[in-house]
């Protein structure tokens, strides 16, 4: 402590070095206006659990607590219970990850929604100054999970795509000329976050053989794999092949991300040091949390419920293809994801999505600019947007008021030249601060 009291923060000198590395999300700092009814918020990722059967759901829940609350509200074990595990192997099996590839009870481990798998990962592979290699852009949970093991992110370019197995090849190649190795590949294969895109069903082939014979790790991230829109997705990689490769999945954006339930499909010899890592971190993941996924596995139509998310998704996605495709200024570009929750967009040259954050929270429109899924400062010309939670009009709403910001800050750049990016905490500030003031862009008010 510097005992002047001139700090914000008198802890500074004690901090443990790897928390210099960690800084709050460009996401977490937009909470504070997203959930302000004025704005039309594209910027979360949240699933629309208003789509769930919301009585029954809370019936399923009485009954556990009434006929099994002896067991649902006591501690459980590390690993995660029997039940669960079995259940989380059939929803594997829908995706063609099977017994026949190596699925089993035994070597999944229960975590705490995907990202305490995420962190378990680093916990087990990752020593400070270890290089990762990720898609570029990335999801931005991960980047905060691996800026605190200390790892040093190296991105691999992406296109319509997905990964480009080139850009993988050299990436490795490059880390090795530097004289170190890459601990492992996260990638998000299927309806990517942020970018929506889905890496292609002969570039999963090659991406595997080049990372095997690398001796490169696989983990895939499948959040996603099962809303689709437009047929099956391509198997996952882990569907594939056994051996090298960690599968990450969680129930989040399938049933509900409150329950914090997820999972990892490990090699075998891998399993107990996760659930000796995890016991360390959370002792167990909450019982009661299991038993609600358990039951609502074996008691609910949760195959249709599925069909329901998906048909909701393609409305709201094919709402805001549309409405980019209307109100988006020329030189905007935009993926077409043909599943998840997210599309990436790129604007017209020169534009800088964070220096432009400020404005558009002013017109009651917010995104997430693309830097905050990079940890090379790229992506300033990005922007993701998300179409699960919004309504098909708010969508439209929000689009319209975002075209009319880009086509502002076009007007703005043409006559002051570019602008210097702030912090979004800052834009959260300055938008809290003017609350009650009007919009200064022309018809943000409607709708």
């Given amino acids: 402590?510097?005992?002047?009291?001139?700090?914000?923060?008198?802890?500074?000198?004690?901090?443990?070095?790897?928390?210099?590395?960690?800084?709050?999300?460009?996401?977490?700092?937009?909470?504070?206006?997203?959930?302000?009814?004025?704005?039309?918020?594209?910027?979360g990722g949240a699933p629309y659990v208003s789509a769930l059967p919301l009585d029954a759901v809370g019936d399923m829940l009485s009954r556990i607590a009434v006929d099994h609350g002896a067991v649902s509200l006591q501690y459980g074990i590390g690993q995660g219970t029997l039940e669960l595990r079995e259940r989380i192997c059939e929803v594997m099996a829908l995706s063609g990850i099977t017994g026949e590839v190596g699925a089993s009870p035994e070597d999944v481990v229960v975590t705490v929604g995907g990202q305490?798998?995420?962190?378990?990962?680093?916990?087990?592979?990752?020593?400070?100054?270890?290089?990762?290699?990720?898609e570029g852009p990335t999801y931005v949970g991960a980047?905060?999970?691996?800026?605190?093991?200390?790892?040093?992110?190296?991105?691999?370019?992406?296109d319509d795509d997905g990964l480009i197995p080139e850009a993988l090849e050299a990436a490795i190649k490059d880390v090795a000329a530097?004289?170190?190795?890459?601990?492992?590949?996260?990638?998000?294969?299927?309806?990517?976050?942020?970018?929506?895109?889905?890496?292609?069903?002969?570039?999963?082939?090659?991406?595997?053989?080049?990372?095997?014979?690398?001796?490169?790790?696989?983990?895939?991230?499948?959040?996603?794999g099962q809303l689709g829109f437009e047929g099956d997705a391509p198997a996952p990689l882990r569907?594939?092949?056994?051996?090298?490769?960690?599968?990450?999945?969680?129930?989040?954006?399938?049933f509900a991300p409150g329950f914090r339930v997820g999972w990892i499909l490990a090699p075998h010899a891998v399993?107990?040091?996760?659930?000796?890592?995890?016991?360390?971190?959370i002792l167990c993941p909450s019982a009661f949390a299991q038993a609600a996924v358990s039951t609502y596995l074996s008691s609910m139509p949760w195959r249709e419920q599925l069909k329901v998310y998906r048909e909701i998704y393609r409305e709201r996605r094919d709402a805001m293809l549309e409405a980019l495709e209307d109100m988006m200024p020329e030189g905007t570009t935009w993926t077409r994801p043909g599943g998840g929750l997210f599309v990436w967009a790129t604007l017209p040259a020169g534009l800088d999505a964070k220096a432009m954050l400020p404005r558009a929270l002013t017109a009651r429109v917010a995104y997430v600019p693309g830097i905050g899924f990079y940890a090379n400062g790229d992506g300033t010309a990005n922007l993701r947007l998300n179409f699960s939670f919004a309504?098909?009009?708010?969508?439209r709403e929000g689009i319209r008021r975002l075209a009319g910001?880009?086509?502002?800050?076009?007007?703005?750049?043409?006559?002051?030249?570019?602008?210097?990016?702030?912090?979004?905490?800052?834009?959260?500030?300055?938008?809290?601060?003017?609350?009650?003031?009007?919009?200064?862009v022309p018809g943000a008010d409607r709708g």
């Fill in 1 to 43: 402590m510097t005992g002047s009291g001139t700090t914000l923060d008198d802890y500074t000198d004690r901090y443990a070095q790897r928390m210099r590395g960690m800084t709050a999300s460009e996401i977490r700092a937009l909470f504070a206006v997203t959930s302000r009814p004025e704005v039309v918020s594209l910027a």
């Fill in 116 to 134: 305490q798998a995420l962190d378990l990962i680093a916990r087990l592979f990752i020593d400070p100054g270890d290089v990762v290699l990720a």
């Fill in 143 to 158: 980047l905060g999970v691996l800026q605190a093991a200390q790892a040093e992110v190296v991105h691999v370019a992406m």
């Fill in 178 to 224: 530097s004289g170190r190795r890459a601990k492992f590949l996260y990638t998000i294969p299927t309806y990517q976050n942020p970018a929506g895109v889905t890496l292609s069903e002969e570039r999963r082939e090659r991406v595997l053989d080049i990372c095997e014979r690398a001796g490169l790790l696989v983990v895939e991230d499948d959040p996603y």
């Fill in 239 to 254: 569907a594939r092949r056994r051996d090298g490769v960690f599968y990450l999945s969680t129930f989040s954006k399938t």
């Fill in 271 to 281: 399993r107990e040091k996760l659930v000796i890592a995890s016991e360390a971190q």
């Fill in 391 to 395: 309504a098909p009009d708010r969508i």
């Fill in 405 to 440: 910001v880009v086509e502002q800050e076009l007007s703005l750049r043409s006559v002051f030249g570019e602008f210097r990016p702030i912090e979004t905490r800052e834009a959260v500030a300055s938008l809290l601060d003017v609350a009650e003031a009007g919009p200064t």
